[in-house]
Nanobody, 117 residues
Framework: QVQLVESGGDSVQAGGSLRISCAVFGYTASRLSMGWFRQAPGKEREGVAHIASDGSTTYADSVLGRFTISRDSAENNLYLQMNSLNPEDSAMYYC???????????WGQGTRVTVSS
């Protein structure tokens, strides 16, 4: 069973940066397809960034050029580096993983990011 634990959420000022992490337990992260999602109050869940087992990445248009998804094989962690944050980025951020590209079976509990203007 794969378990995912997010951390690093915080309150930051607009224009600031933040890196959130997802610790992967029970499987090797580099062999999974993984992604970051976010959900703001009253809004639908949105896919933010994805990384396939071959390392290829994709991003939502709203974060392209500002966010970077990456994996650390030694730590078995997934990261999301977020730069140039704006209040519209405020949300609960979730880590997800699965065996096939963008087919996510495992989800974390989320970490909250709040961006103030």
């Amino acid at each position: 069973q794969v378990q995912l634990v997010e951390s690093g959420g915080d309150s930051v000022q607009a224009g600031g940066s933040l890196r959130i992490s997802c610790a992967v337990f029970g499987y090797t992260a580099s062999r999974l397809s993984m992604g970051w999602f976010r959900q703001a109050p009253g809004k639908e869940r949105e896919g933010v960034a994805h990384i396939a087992s071959d390392g290829s990445t994709t991003y939502a248009d709203s974060v392209l050029g500002r966010f970077t998804i990456s994996r650390d094989s030694a730590e078995n962690n997934l990261y999301l580096q977020m730069n140039s944050l704006n209040p519209e980025d405020s949300a609960m951020y979730y880590c997800a993983a699965g065996w096939s590209p963008r087919s996510y079976k495992f989800w974390g509990q989320g970490t909250r990011v709040t961006v103030s203007s």
